[in-house]
């Protein structure tokens, strides 16, 4: 007996299906792959760092948009460590504008150097921005320039926690939540700090 031809038509349509699911599983695979490649780079990276924990956390987001890139980490880093930085900053400000007594001197100067950080941290992501596309000795000039901001705006916040301890805050005052949140951000400064000294090693 004769096949019939839309045996045959049918045969086709269900080879095609098969091959596109199996391309499609292969694509999947590689995908999936390139990202938990790209998450475990994110990891391995944040092994340097002093908080590494936290790097991981707060980068491992990313690892997308990093791409096993030293500089892409580190950008992301410095964009992470400024996101965060300029709200604190604005907040302790409004903070220092208001207080009275003992609580004033102390937020003022607080709020200056902050607003001070997170102008070094601003030009750090500057210096980094696009620089995995450049060559010659303008990378070790920036990665330098980056270092110097980024180590600037850690010094600053760690002059203001300085500061607020010597001023003894009181449990559950207002100085001693701006401490504990400048503490907070300074962690992500000193894993960005550390994600950019590493650029001086594999550029």
Not at 121 to 130: D, F, H, I, N, P
Not at 150 to 175: N, R
Request: with cysteine.
């Amino acid at each position: 007996m004769a096949s019939s031809p839309l045996f045959f038509f049918l045969l086709l349509i269900l080879a095609g299906i098969i091959m596109t699911s199996a391309s499609s599983g292969e694509t999947g695979a590689g995908r999936n792959s390139s990202s938990s490649s790209s998450t475990e780079f994110v990891r391995k990276s944040c092994n340097a760092t002093r908080f590494p924990s936290i790097c991981y956390k707060s980068l491992a987001g990313y690892a997308a948009v990093v791409e096993r890139s030293d500089v892409k980490l580190a950008h992301v880093a410095a964009n992470f460590t400024l996101a965060r930085l300029r709200p604190l900053s604005a907040r302790v400000s409004a903070l220092s504008r208001n207080a009275t007594g003992a609580d004033r001197p102390a937020l003022r100067d607080c709020a200056e150097v902050l607003a001070d950080a997170a102008d070094w941290a601003r030009q750090t992501v500057v210096e980094l921005k696009g620089l995995d596309k450049v060559v010659g000795p303008e990378v070790a000039w920036r990665v330098s320039n980056a270092l110097t901001w980024m180590s600037a705006a850690l010094t600053d916040e760690d002059t203001c926690t300085e500061g607020i301890a010597k001023s003894k805050p009181a449990a559950g005052g207002v100085k001693a939540d701006v401490y504990c949140r400048v503490r907070k951000v300074g962690k992500y400064t000193s894993n960005a700090l550390a994600l950019i000294h590493l650029l001086g090693f594999n550029n």
